[in-house]
């Protein structure tokens, strides 16, 4: 997907929101940072992601700081929140009569924690609250068969504190079917992605059948097998959560199926929704995969 022109703004949007959580940058450092982000913006190439973009956004401010630890209090405070909520989770789990389904839309719903869109959440009540919703898009039948059916699935993840939720998801999915699980995480992050560390902090490692590569941070997506191509293409069936993974994979015409809230109106028009509407989207591209 390439990036749209409404997606400036929010860069800049986000650049201020990343730095208000640092100590360390006085009012010269960050107007020094918004000088040189827009001095790159004024170079805008439409043909890149939106988190190609971020990318260089976020690693700008990390180089003012000489360090990523702000990445790491806004992902831990992140993990908590959502960890506080799964002890009730699992008892409206424990009462559903779908709970691979229900695991499934507690996974969206999760996909709201994005530091970069809104830093103010209470995720409990924000499941408690759409747990009747309807998905305005919603393949989920499709992807309950092809979980059961599958030998090898990829689950692409996302962000911090989600995190939680896709590993109570990945946990089921594990105990109802005999696939290999891949999980991909990035090899750094974008503010609050996960890493390998993030994954391993909240133990998805430890979950039998499932193993845990990284990628490159961005489209397209170089891992130690020198392109994720092959895996999703050799994959029955890829998870794709949030939209930084909708905007490099939207064009793919692997099997995937996309999980997410869409955040913003670009976002939305591309796939036919709107703002704020909840997804599971089986991709429906034909042709040569342009990963």
Known sequence: MKTNPECIPCFLN???????????????????ILKKILNELAKFDSELS??????????????????????D??????????SCSVPEVMRLIRQSKEPLQDLARVAVFGNCMDFAINSNY?????????????FAINDWQQLKDEIQSAKSIAYIVDNAGEIIFDKLLIEEIVSISDATLTVFVRSRPILNDVTLEDARVVGLDSIP??????????????????GLEKTLQGSDLVISKGQANYECLSESDANIYFMLVAKCDVI??????????????KNKKKGKCNL
């Open 122 to 134: 209470d995720i409990l009540s924000h499941i408690k609250n759409h747990a009747e919703s309807e």
């Open 268 to 281: 939305a028009r591309s796939i036919g929704v709107k703002k704020g509407n909840f997804i599971i989207l």
């Open 50 to 71: 939106p988190p190609e973009f971020a990318l260089f956004i976020y690693k700008t401010i990390e180089d003012a700081l000489g360090n990523k630890s702000f990445y």
């Open 209 to 226: 059948n499932v193993k845990i590569e990284e990628i490159d941070t961005v489209f397209p997506f170089i891992n130690k097998s020198n």
């Open 73 to 82: 209090k806004i992902k831990s405070n992140d993990n908590s929140l959502a």
């Open 14 to 32: 986000q650049a201020l929101n990343v730095m208000k959580t640092s100590d360390d940058l006085d009012n010269e450092t960050k107007t020094a």
